[in-house]
């Protein structure tokens, strides 16, 4: 079974500063997909971001971007010039693609909880 | 992206009794998921909604406890039943238009059980 591991559970960036939120996952797909998502306090999950895993080049968002490591089954978040709404708790997530009739579903990690100090 | 409208926004509830959540999409949808958050954990799917048949429930998750329907593709709702104090936590509904999108969510139920 797949896992996701998120082994910071808070950070703390100064804002305009960079902060990395790792992750790391365990499987034996080869094809797969992983999200980046955001939840404020209001409770909305909001996608930040997300890579397939037969895609070389890291995904970028406009302040959002990736570090993926496919053989070190590594995905960390690295979110540039910080600011003060970036605040949250973001979740690594990771899907199966849909083969054979497997679901749709998400494998969250922990979660990171992010505070952006003024 | 799809518009989703979950209700009740939050609740509070005795213990013993049970509890429906609606979740309404503005556009027809493939996939349809019901997750739980337990107060500062990570989110753990209950069941996959399946329109016009029975929901594919995840193990440790049993329909008698969380009843789901799909009477079509922009509708779902799940049921906390006979509930207890640890059935305190946010539900949230999740969609997906087809196989290879990412999901998207509602702004989820907070539920108290006292």
């Known amino acids: 079974a797949q896992t996701v591991t998120q082994s910071q559970p808070e950070m703390s960036v100064q804002e305009a500063e960079t902060v990395t939120l790792s992750c790391t996952y365990d499987?034996?797909?080869?094809?797969?997909?992983l999200f980046w998502y955001k939840q404020p306090p209001s409770r909305q999950m909001i996608l930040v971001i997300r890579q397939e895993a037969y895609k070389q080049q890291n995904a970028t968002e406009n302040r959002f971007s990736v570090n993926f490591q496919k053989a070190a089954k590594s995905f960390s978040l690295k979110i540039s010039d910080s600011q003060l709404g970036d605040a949250a708790m973001y979740f690594c997530?990771?899907?199966?693609?849909?083969?054979?009739?497997?679901?749709?579903?998400?494998?969250f990690g922990t979660g990171t909880l992010l505070a952006v100090q003024p | 992206s799809a518009v989703i409208s979950q209700k009740p926004s939050r609740d509070i509830c005795q213990r013993g009794t049970s509890l429906t959540i609606q979740c309404q999409v503005d556009s027809q949808v493939t996939m349809m998921f019901w997750y739980r958050q337990q107060p500062g954990q990570s989110l753990t799917l209950i069941a996959t909604?399946?329109?016009?048949?029975?929901?594919?429930?995840e193990s440790g998750f049993v329909i008698d406890k969380f009843p789901i329907s799909r009477p079509n593709l922009t509708f779902s709702t799940l049921t906390v039943s006979n509930m207890s104090p640890e059935d305190s936590s946010i539900y949230l509904c999740?969609?997906?238009?087809?196989?290879?999108?990412?999901?998207?969510f509602g702004q989820g139920t907070r539920l108290t059980v006292v």
């Open positions: 499987t034996s797909e080869s094809d797969y997909y």
């Open positions: 999740s969609v997906a238009s087809t196989w290879n999108t990412e999901a998207f």
């Open positions: 909604a399946n329109q016009g048949s029975e929901a594919t429930y």
């Open positions: 997530a990771y899907r199966s693609p849909n083969y054979g009739g497997a679901t749709n579903k998400l494998i």
